[in-house]
């Protein structure tokens, strides 16, 4: 089975700092094998986060490839990654999309750190987008109880896959089951 990222839509009442009821709707993103899984798990987040009474009202499959949270940066961002390589048997240049959402301070910060991390995938690329996400948390699977943050790290990040130009079917990293194209 693949796991894949979801993103989930929480509305719920919370109270401002005079103890006003403010309705809230937040997006939290989480990797599931499939979207009963990720239903599930939100529920049990909100649940161990005190997010009571709440209603989950949507949840989307993502086309995210990897997930990389830095601890110096609390706001996410969506990166857009142009991957070009070469098909030998018909000599010509192939550039497939692949998607990344990370943590940075800023659009400038991210763009940096993307470029930091793809200096280490042999392959040409182009940023086409970096994208402002508002998203609350992020919640990876294989974290014990589901309520820690993803652990930071640039050289060898959870959840990290080499970014491979792929086409045809789906391409699935075998140690994460996440789906690379």
Not at 69 to 96: P, Y
Not at 98 to 119: C, G, P, T, W
Not at 141 to 160: A, F, K, W
Request: proline letters at 5%; charged letters at 30%.
């Amino acid at each position: 089975m693949t796991k894949h990222w979801f993103t989930c839509k929480v509305k719920y009442v919370r109270h401002d700092n005079e103890g006003a009821e403010i309705k809230a709707t937040e997006s939290f993103v989480l990797d599931a094998y499939n979207y009963t899984e990720a239903e599930t798990r939100m529920t049990e987040i909100c649940e161990q986060e005190g997010i009571r009474p709440f209603e989950i009202v949507q949840i989307t499959k993502s086309v995210l490839s990897e997930v990389i949270r830095f601890e110096d940066a609390d706001k996410w961002f969506k990166v857009k990654i142009a991957l070009t390589s070469m098909d030998e048997q018909r000599g010509t240049e192939k550039e497939t999309n692949e998607f990344i959402l990370l943590s940075a301070n800023d659009v400038r910060d991210a763009y940096d750190k993307v470029a930091q991390h793809m200096s280490k995938v042999g392959l040409g690329y182009v940023i086409p987008s970096v994208a402002y996400q508002k998203i609350t948390e992020v919640f990876p699977l294989d974290e014990v109880g589901g309520s820690n943050p993803l652990p930071s790290s640039i050289e060898t990040p959870p959840h990290h896959t080499e970014i491979q130009p792929t086409s045809g079917p789906e391409v699935i990293d075998e140690s994460t089951g996440e789906v690379l194209a």
